[in-house]
């Protein structure tokens, strides 16, 4: 089968112009749904047949019915064979558009489960993969069964914001009622959880056929909570290969995609190692690349671009065609990011030749460097970030809103 394909791709945020690139590169027709306030965004637009905005309202949402009713007015006159979510934001609104165009992909049920912190745990749970102690908020009577059964501190989290957006940390059962009773109306958007103190990891996977062709585990240095409430500076290095951690953490991804009745994408999990007990606790996971550049260090270890492989994917399960991954290098690899108080930070001063990657954005300043020997990246990001620290960092308040 070689017949074009029309691609819907939707991104709220700026972001996937790889994935828009590579899906064009593969013969397809590639529309982009994105922000109104986006317009000016550099997108690839040598490779996008057509771009449809959508308007932002004064809440920072979208109408669903808007979207649909543009959508059905477009399909009037041009074809839509798939829907691709390139944001976290976008899973659910490309699950709807999909289930009321009766077009292929993940419905709403299983995409609930990669967007929505309660629907994750909860289905986690059920499949006995081992779940920080959490429930609703729904009930009085849940939560204050839970405040006498878990040790604290808890957070309580957003069901569906991204990142540590939102995040709110209690250290007593007065504390978390404070909480509850604050959100009102809005705490049925949020659960509560157990804060267990451990090592965090990233998994970022690419699916085929309900297998993965692709994984590489990493570990935060900094987590990205961490960062978000304590001004720090973000870092993250690929854990040791062939590792018990390595190992358990792909078992443990495994069967949190099984569980969660993932076919085909791309996808980003995270985990954690509690210090008491050993164990890999699930966190949370993501059908799509991960944020914060994260792609750029995992290509950098691996030579694997997740965003073209998965738009490559996408293409072959849609044409019914074999998929073959390029071959896989094992090298190590770590990010650090941070903010600047320099508008353009100057970083001339950073000259190693393990330096496979600098950040060029506002206020901003990152490295992504490379090695074959994992002592040398985490040696790196340890000076990088004490230098950082000295010349260069910033803080800023955490958003109560995700920005990117």
């Known amino acids: 089968m070689t017949q074009s394909l029309s691609f819907l791709c939707i991104s709220t945020f700026f972001k996937g112009n790889e994935f828009l690139r590579s899906c064009k590169q593969a013969g397809n027709t590639v529309y982009l749904l994105t922000n109104k306030k986006l317009e000016y965004k550099p997108w690839v637009r040598e490779f996008i047949d057509e771009v449809f905005y959508i308007e932002e309202k004064p809440d920072g949402s979208f109408s669903m019915d808007e979207i649909i009713a543009g959508l059905a007015y477009m399909m009037r006159s041009k074809k839509v064979d798939r829907i691709v979510a390139l944001d976290d934001f976008d899973v659910e609104r490309a699950a709807h558009l999909r289930e009321h165009f009766r077009i292929p992909g993940m419905g709403q049920t299983t995409s609930r489960h990669f967007r929505d912190k309660l629907a994750m745990r909860m289905k986690a749970q059920e499949a006995g993969i081992k779940v920080p102690m959490f429930t609703s908020l729904f009930n009085d009577h849940d939560i204050f069964e839970f405040t006498q059964k878990v040790t604290f501190p ?6 569906s914001e991204a990142s540590a957006t939102g995040i709110k940390k209690v250290y007593n059962s007065e504390q978390l009622w404070e909480v509850v009773h604050h959100l009102g109306d809005r705490r049925h958007e949020y659960l509560v959880e157990q804060f267990k103190p451990g090592d965090v990891f990233h998994v970022d996977s690419l699916s085929v056929n309900g297998k993965f062709v692709f994984t590489r585990c990493s570990q935060y240095l900094s987590t990205p909570m961490e960062v978000a409430h304590g001004g720090g500076i973000f870092r993250s290095v690929t854990v040791p290969f062939g590792s018990k951690d390595d190992k358990a953490l792909q078992k443990a991804n495994t069967q949190v995609m099984k569980a969660f009745g993932m076919n ?6 995270e985990f954690i190692k509690d210090h008491e007990t050993g164990e890999i606790i ?62 353009h930070p100057n970083t001339e001063g950073f000259n190693d030749p393990e330096i496979y990657w600098r950040m060029e954005m506002e206020y901003h300043i990152g490295f992504i460097v490379k090695s074959d020997k994992r002592e040398r990246v985490i040696a790196l990001l340890d000076d990088y970030a004490q230098r950082i620290y000295d010349n260069f960092h910033a803080s800023a308040p955490i958003s109560a809103k995700s920005t990117h």
């Open 282 to 343: 699930f966190l949370e996971t993501a059908s799509r690349v991960g944020g914060a550049n994260l792609a750029e260090m995992v290509e950098a270890s691996s030579g694997i671009n997740l965003w073209r492989e998965w738009a490559i994917i996408e293409t072959a399960m849609a044409k019914g065609e074999e998929y073959v991954l390029p071959s896989v290098e094992n090298s190590y690899s770590g990010i650090i990011i941070s903010l600047s108080n320099h508008q």
């Open 154 to 159: 808890c957070v309580v989290k957003p069901r």
């Open 264 to 269: 085909y994408s791309a996808s980003h999990s």
